[in-house]
């Protein structure tokens, strides 16, 4: 993992990459890196230095970025951040003033931390256990993870003695105005009384082509919306692009997913999950996210592998434009609802109380999932991009109520792939799905759930590319971790919802009276967060004792 790291303390040294160590003032900064790839990281003269961890999109090159921040500040000073666009965190010193200035990117997905004392950042968690020497977990946010499980605060963590940093952004210095949903709203056009979103999609068609310039593309493409709208925007821009397809290979995503590559005529590759794909490596996942997302996508590492092995050496990896949690998609006919967060006795409150993206349109877990492949991939992806951030945010809501903005965007940007039906489990836009019903796909997993109960023999709905509903109840792996975690006599999660409820949720999971799939992985991930962080923290206590 790339990382950029300052502290007070020793310089911290990054085995298995390459790294650029300085010091300034009273910090250590070490930056480390897989590879360059012609990326510019550091600059100095003999007023400024700084060093990058990331990329900035409009800087004319990739080979002069650094230099390119540096005549910012010259030009600006700290203002300079209102001119800088991309997904990165920097350190620069300023030499005359003998002045510190860390600022990384709007979307703050990475790891940013500071403490109270000694100055200590990192986009590294285990290099902030190796070197903060008392550590405690914060209750506050562990609850908030459990129980809002669509809506994440990005600037709480989950250690008290530790703040994320405050994102500084083009929003910090540029009048708000500038992005409000009136500006934006008179530039919409309307036709018999619906919004036109031709602005929008003419715009974000731009703001694609600046963020991949130069660049060839390698897309996660599920052949929903989101996948779907990106990969025929870079057809349409003519960037060259190429398709990756990942999960249970005869789903009725993926089986979507290959008809919309084929008749766009993307090359694409794709790669088989397994249901113990998702278990081998999910305390390494959680404790690389931070424990910010259900584990479910350890099974990246499987992707990882395939890609080292393969030529994308110079691909950036895209994952998509987060339509869906922006302006529409399955969000948008969901009611708000207010959490309740009843914590009584120190229990988990199972009640109904997502907040939903279509109310507030702002990150959700979902995006937070994301931070793993941007790290691990050095990626970026076509939503990072600030014109296309407040492109979505700012669409007033009434345009977006009855799924007509989508669908209307849909209509003119989806050409190639227009006739390749949408997912069962999606919003057709312009087909009927797949499967005919709700009640026909329903009555079909309940087909599926009676086969297993009464012949033990897991029967795959294949609706989505991974069956974990089904997995949660058959796979002999999957109930070797739920035993090892959140059933287990020493679990850190007993502390906040009892063994009773767990148990609960699991039997009307597995007898199909409920759907607990979501809940489950959801204590299973935190529990694994806990977990592993208990042990880093355990080992580097021992270590702390063993030299004093």
Same mark, same amino acid.
């Given at each position: 993992m790339i990382g950029l790291h300052i502290s007070k303390y020793q310089i911290y040294q990054e085995h298995y990459h390459s790294s650029i160590k300085k010091k300034y003032g009273s910090y250590n900064i070490t930056l480390s890196f897989h590879r360059l790839d012609n990326r510019q990281v550091f600059f100095e003269?003999?007023?400024?230095?700084?060093?990058?961890?990331?990329?900035?999109?409009?800087?004319?090159?990739?080979?002069?970025?650094?230099?390119f921040i540096v005549n910012l500040y010259s030009k600006y000073g700290k203002e300079f951040t209102s001119y800088i666009e991309g997904q990165f965190n920097l350190f620069l010193f300023d030499k005359k003033n003998q002045d510190p200035f860390f600022v990384n990117d709007i979307f703050a997905l990475r790891k940013h931390f500071i403490s109270d004392g000694d100055l200590s950042i990192s986009t590294d968690l285990k290099f902030l256990y190796s070197h903060l020497n008392s550590i405690s977990f914060n209750d506050k946010h562990i609850k908030k993870n459990l129980n809002q499980n669509r809506l994440i605060d990005i600037e709480e963590t989950f250690i008290n003695e530790i703040k994320?940093?405050?994102?500084?952004?083009?929003i910090d210095f540029v009048s708000k105005s500038v992005y409000s949903t009136e500006v934006f709203s008179d530039k919409y056009s309307f036709e018999n009384k619906r919004?036109?979103?031709?602005?929008? *999609?003419? +715009?974000?068609?731009?703001?694609?082509?600046? $963020?991949?310039?130069?660049?060839?593309? =390698?897309?996660?493409?599920? &052949? !929903?919306?989101?996948?779907?709208?990106?990969?025929?925007?870079?057809?349409?821009?003519?960037?060259?692009?190429?398709?990756?397809?990942?999960?249970t290979l005869e789903s009725d995503e993926l089986k979507i997913a290959r008809e919309v590559a084929e008749?766009?005529?993307?090359?694409?590759?794709?790669?088989?999950?397994?249901?113990?794909?998702?278990?081998?490596?999910?305390?390494?996942?959680?404790?690389?996210?931070?424990?910010?997302?259900?584990?479910?996508?350890?099974?990246?590492?499987?992707?990882?592998? *395939?890609? +080292?092995?393969?030529?994308?050496?110079?691909? $950036?990896?895209?994952?998509?434009?987060? =339509?869906?949690?922006?302006? &529409? !998609?399955?969000?948008?006919?969901?009611?708000?609802?207010?959490?309740?967060?009843?914590?009584?006795?120190?229990?988990?409150?199972?009640?109904?109380?997502?907040?939903?993206?279509?109310?507030?349109?702002?990150?959700?877990?979902?995006?937070?999932?994301?931070?793993?492949?941007?790290?691990?991939?050095?990626?970026?992806?076509?939503?990072?991009?600030?014109?296309n951030y407040f492109l979505m945010k700012s669409i007033p809501k009434n345009y977006l109520k009855d799924y007509k903005f989508y669908s209307d965007l849909a209509d003119i940007s989806i050409k190639k792939s227009r006739d390749v039906n949408i997912?069962?489990?999606?919003?057709?836009?312009?087909?009927?799905?797949?499967?005919?019903?709700?009640?026909?796909?329903?009555?079909?997993?309940?087909?599926?759930?009676?086969?297993?109960?009464?012949?033990?023999?897991?029967?795959?709905?294949?609706?989505?590319?991974?069956?974990?509903?089904?997995?949660?109840?058959?796979?002999?792996?999957?109930?070797?971790?739920?035993?090892?975690?959140?059933?287990?006599?020493?679990?850190?999660?007993?502390?906040?919802?009892?063994?009773?409820i767990i148990k609960d949720l699991i039997t009307k999971h597995n007898?199909?009276?409920?759907?607990?799939?979501?809940?489950?992985?959801?204590?299973?991930?935190?529990?694994?967060?806990?977990?592993?962080?208990?042990?880093?923290?355990?080992?580097?206590?021992?270590?702390w004792n063993s030299n004093s």
């Open positions: 003269n003999e007023f400024v230095a700084v060093l990058i961890d990331g990329w900035i999109f409009n800087s004319n090159s990739y080979e002069t970025q650094a230099e994320m940093i405050i994102p500084s952004s083009i919004v036109n979103p031709s602005f929008f *999609y003419d +715009n974000v068609l731009k703001n694609i082509k600046k $963020i991949h310039k130069d660049s060839s593309v =390698l897309l996660q493409l599920s &052949g !929903g919306m989101d996948s779907r709208f990106l990969l025929e925007c870079f057809v349409e821009n003519k960037i060259d692009v190429k398709a990756l397809i990942y999960g008749v766009t005529k993307t090359p694409y590759a794709q790669v088989e999950y397994l249901a113990e794909d998702y278990v081998t490596n999910s305390p390494s996942y959680c404790l690389d996210v931070a424990g910010l997302d259900i584990f479910v996508q350890s099974a990246f590492y499987k992707i990882k592998k *395939y890609i +080292n092995k393969n030529d994308y050496k110079n691909f $950036i990896f895209d994952t998509g434009i987060g =339509l869906n949690n922006f302006i &529409g !998609g399955t969000q948008i006919e969901k009611r708000f609802k207010v959490p309740t967060n009843n914590f009584s006795k120190h229990e988990f409150d199972l009640k109904d109380n997502d907040i939903y993206t279509s109310n507030y349109r702002i990150f959700s877990q979902l995006f937070l999932r994301q931070k793993f492949h941007r790290e691990f991939m050095e990626d970026r992806y076509s939503m990072f991009s600030y014109e997912q069962a489990t999606m919003l057709p836009f312009h087909q009927k799905p797949s499967i005919e019903s709700t009640a026909e796909l329903k009555e079909r997993e309940l087909k599926s759930l009676k086969l297993f109960n009464q012949n033990k023999k897991l029967e795959p709905h294949n609706r989505y590319y991974s069956d974990f509903d089904m997995w949660l109840r058959s796979n002999s792996s999957w109930k070797s971790l739920i035993n090892k975690t959140i059933l287990s006599d020493d679990s850190l999660i007993s502390k906040y919802v009892s063994k009773n007898n199909g009276e409920k759907q607990n799939m979501r809940v489950l992985i959801r204590l299973i991930s935190t529990e694994l967060f806990l977990s592993e962080t208990k042990k880093i923290i355990t080992r580097n206590e021992n270590n």
